[in-house]
Antibody, heavy 124, light 112 residues
């Protein structure tokens, strides 16, 4: 059973950079057919997909966040990371990492294993 | 405003059947992309409930079922139980937004 665990600061100051890491256990981040995603949930609101990475390093980002987001992978550590720059209070959210199944052309992807989530608050 | 529209809330008594709708458009569900469903119990991470419109992951009871038609999809829950009380989200892909993971706004299921 794959398990994911987010880690990183719970408090970030406005205009600074948010950085989180997701550690994967119970399976290899190099497994075929999967991407590795970051998803966030704004307080009391719905879910927003941020982007994903393949173990090869290829990435795809939500166009609405693309200018501020970088996702990277460290296969030797079985981890992947999120960087979000120039944060504001609107970026306060619970951030989840998730394994993403490549559903194939015309089908779309879905998220089959999730981390427990970590709350990041943007405040001075 | 979510790309996929869900009712904010539904409710039902124990043992009853409820359905949750997810309405999209020709750039997502109507374009043929699969719909997936997640259950989020209070204070926990979302859990995959239905994938590929109708498929249940191992361990998900057959009380949960999904369907899709045209630009909409539905999640049905039969034999409602108290621990089904949760938020439910649909998810798909949207070509116009180039967004691989668009979610519905979520539906709060209350078991009366």
């Amino acid at each position: 059973q794959v398990q994911l665990q987010e880690s990183g600061p719970g408090l970030v100051k406005p205009s600074q950079t948010l950085s989180l890491t997701c550690s994967v256990s119970g399976g290899s981040i190099r497994s075929a057919g999967y991407y590795w995603s970051w998803i966030r949930q704004l307080p009391g609101k719905g879910l927003e997909w941020i982007g994903h990475i393949h173990y090869s390093g290829s990435t795809y980002y939500n166009p609405s966040l693309k200018s501020r987001v970088t996702i990277s992978v460290d296969t030797s550590q079985n981890q992947f990371s999120l960087t979000l720059t120039s944060v504001t209070s609107a970026d306060t959210a619970v951030y989840y990492c998730a394994r993403t199944v490549n559903g194939g052309y015309g089908h779309g992807n879905y998220f089959d294993f999730w981390g427990q989530g970590t709350l990041v608050t943007v405040s001075s | 405003q979510s790309v996929l529209t869900q009712p904010p809330s539904v409710s039902g008594a124990p043992g009853q059947r409820v359905t949750i709708s997810c309405t999209g458009s020709s750039s997502n569900i109507g374009a043929g992309y699969d719909v997936h469903w997640y259950q989020q119990l209070p204070g926990t991470a979302p859990k995959l409930l239905i994938y590929g419109n109708t498929n249940r992951p191992s361990g998900v009871p057959d009380r949960f079922s999904g369907s899709k038609s045209g630009t909409s999809a539905s999640l049905a829950i039969t034999g409602l139980q108290a621990d089904d009380e949760a938020d439910y989200y649909c998810q798909s892909y949207d070509t116009s937004l180039s967004n691989l993971g668009v979610f519905g706004g979520g539906t709060k299921l209350t078991v009366l």
